[in-house]
């Protein structure tokens, strides 16, 4: 149960929160309108009940002093989780409890035939970190991953250039090439077959306008500009720019076209030949500036005792083929999904991917078809930083 706590609001004095910010916004499907939360700088009552019974903070800091392995956790803004109660409960424990970043995916306009695997209110990406900046004062956002074709590039340059200005250098962009057919032809994108080369291209437009000052001109085959000023430029001189994707094109774009590589839980020797190829790659292009290897997992659970493995069922569902892209999860030679077991072998697991040459992990502790309360979440949040993290200090 959600815990209820009883607090001095704001405007109307003494007030009892409900047991699950959830149950009394959302049915089974869609969106509906919330009351809005205390615009306070302080922990609102939510986040005082939610952080009850978690480690500090401090204390967390303290165990991971040392550590050399950055830990995101990807927080879900879809469906169930679609409600902003619930995303800052999750935000703000990820604060208190030491995680280097927060991450959010994108859809913008999802088509019906669709919604059984993508949820129909799905909150977006950018709005999300950028609000979650607001709430927080240390945690880094970015996105898992953005689909570049859905959004004129100067217009995410500048929202993010300003977005990095006023959060203090918090942010971080992963970029993808999307893969839902229909998304792209509602938003009227280039033809869904070029997306890969779109991404490419928008990419460099993204460096042109961040790694530019004065006037800027651009010759594309989906873009052109001339003479165009698009400042203020991002905070952070290189801005994290990552590319996602498991391929080899996806590799190829972050090697030339970006700072960092986020793909979808490949296995640890995939990814350890997808690094390898990626420095060859940057090494024969004269490139020598700082790049980042990260890991976006599969399904995250950590199992204290037997009874934890009950809620791991998959739902199944039928999809359309457009979500064959998805990678198989990758598993131990005991046949473990990686990152789904007890604290030692979740620290196993962070050991074998740091071992693959991976530096940075976003972790998936809800999938569709593994939902799981956000009071779960959270508490899959807190066993992570007490009984994993710690064990991986100096990794």
């Known amino acids: 149960m959600w815990p209820r706590?009883?607090?001095?609001?704001?405007?109307?004095?003494?007030?009892?929160?409900?047991s699950d910010p959830l149950s009394r916004r959302h049915g089974a499907e869609g969106c509906r309108a919330v009351e809005p939360l205390p615009a306070t700088r302080r922990r609102s009552p939510t986040r005082r009940c939610v952080m009850a019974c978690s480690v500090s903070r401090c204390a967390v800091s303290h165990r991971l002093r040392g550590s050399t392995m950055r830990f995101g956790v990807s927080i879900p803004a879809d469906g169930r989780f679609a409600d902003p109660a619930a995303i800052r409960a999750v935000v703000e424990a990820a604060e208190d409890l030491g995680y280097d970043s927060a991450w959010f995916s994108d859809h913008?306009?999802?088509?019906?035939?669709?919604?059984?695997?993508?949820?129909?209110?799905?909150?977006?990406?950018l709005a999300?970190?950028?609000v979650g900046a607001g709430w927080t004062r240390r945690l880094r956002f970015g996105t898992d991953v953005l689909v570049l074709p859905y959004r004129h590039p100067l217009v995410v340059a500048k929202l993010v250039a300003t977005a990095d200005q006023l959060s203090g250098g918090r942010l971080t962009i992963g970029a993808g090439v999307g893969y839902i057919r229909g998304e792209?032809?509602?938003?009227?994108?280039?033809?869904?077959?070029?997306?890969g080369a779109v991404t490419t291209e928008y990419?460099?437009?993204?460096?042109?306008?961040?790694?530019?000052?004065?006037?800027?001109s651009f010759q594309g085959n989906y873009l052109q500009f001339t003479d165009v000023h698009l400042e203020p430029n991002p905070r952070q001189r290189p801005f994290p720019l990552w590319a996602g994707g498991n391929g080899a094109a996806a590799r190829r774009r972050a090697a030339l076209h970006a700072n960092g590589w986020h793909p979808l839980f490949p296995s640890p020797s995939r990814y350890k030949d997808?690094?390898?190829?990626?420095?060859?790659?940057?090494?024969?292009?004269?490139?020598?500036d700082t790049f980042t290897f990260s890991l976006s997992t599969a399904l995250a659970r950590i199992r204290l005792s037997d009874r934890d493995g009950e809620r791991a069922a998959s739902v199944r569902r039928d999809l359309p083929d457009e979500y064959d892209y998805r990678p198989d999860v990758p598993?131990?030679?005991?046949?473990?999904?990686?990152f789904v077991g007890t604290p030692d072998e979740l620290a196993s697991d962070v050991r074998t991917y740091a071992s693959a040459g991976v530096d940075h992990?976003?972790?998936?502790?809800?999938?569709?078809?593994?939902?799981?309360?956000?009071?779960?979440?959270?508490?899959?949040?807190?066993?992570?930083m007490r009984h994993v993290a710690p064990t991986t200090r100096g990794t």
């Open 108 to 125: 913008i306009a999802v088509p019906a035939y669709a919604t059984e695997g993508t949820s129909p209110c799905w909150y977006d990406a």
């Open 203 to 216: 990419l460099d437009v993204l460096r042109t306008a961040w790694e530019s000052s004065g006037s800027l």
């Open 361 to 384: 992990v976003v972790l998936r502790f809800w999938t569709p078809a593994q939902p799981i309360p956000v009071t779960e979440f959270v508490s899959q949040m807190e066993r992570w």
């Open 331 to 338: 598993t131990t030679e005991t046949g473990r999904p990686y």
């Open 5 to 18: 706590c009883t607090a001095a609001s704001p405007t109307s004095g003494t007030r009892t929160w409900p």
């Open 128 to 130: 999300c970190c950028l």
């Open 274 to 288: 997808g690094r390898e190829e990626i420095l060859r790659l940057r090494a024969a292009a004269g490139l020598s």
């Open 184 to 195: 792209f032809e509602a938003l009227g994108t280039p033809a869904y077959e070029q997306r």
